[in-house]
């Protein structure tokens, strides 16, 4: 069973820095892709950053320059470090994966979540 388990929330003050830890588990031989998204209070959830095996990323506009996301492919996780934070980075932070290949080579094509964890940046 395919399980992703994030760590790394809090809060902090506007200005500070937190950095964001998702570990996958579950027979996996590589993900395609891994990323967070972001759920604000009153809104839809909505992509933060994302990052294929090979090192392509993408990050919303709002948080170019100050995230910065990385890999650790054997270890199948991803990580999120977040500076300059500002208090529209509050919400909810979703790790994603998809596109994963097991150990018994199949391939699964689905969308795979973690539970969240709370990032809340004071003002």
């Known amino acids: 069973q395919v399980q992703l388990v994030e760590s790394g929330g809090g809060l902090v003050q506007a200005g500070g820095s937190l950095r964001l830890s998702c570990a996958a588990s579950?027979?996996?031989?590589?993900?395609?892709?891994m990323g967070w998204y972001r759920r604000a209070p009153g809104k839809q959830r909505e992509l933060v950053a994302t990052?294929?095996?090979?090192?392509?990323?993408v990050y919303a506009g709002s948080v170019k320059g100050r995230f910065t996301i990385s890999r650790d492919n054997p270890k199948n996780t991803v990580y999120l470090q977040m500076n300059s934070l500002k208090p529209e980075d509050t919400g909810v932070y979703f790790c994603?994966?998809?596109?994963?290949?097991?150990?018994?080579?199949?391939?699964?094509?689905?969308?795979?979540w973690g539970q969240g964890t709370q990032v809340t940046v004071s003002s």
């Open positions: 990052s294929t095996s090979g090192g392509t990323t």
């Open positions: 579950g027979e996996i031989f590589s993900i395609g892709a």
């Open positions: 994603n994966a998809k596109n994963l290949k097991m150990t018994d080579g199949t391939d699964r094509w689905g969308d795979y």
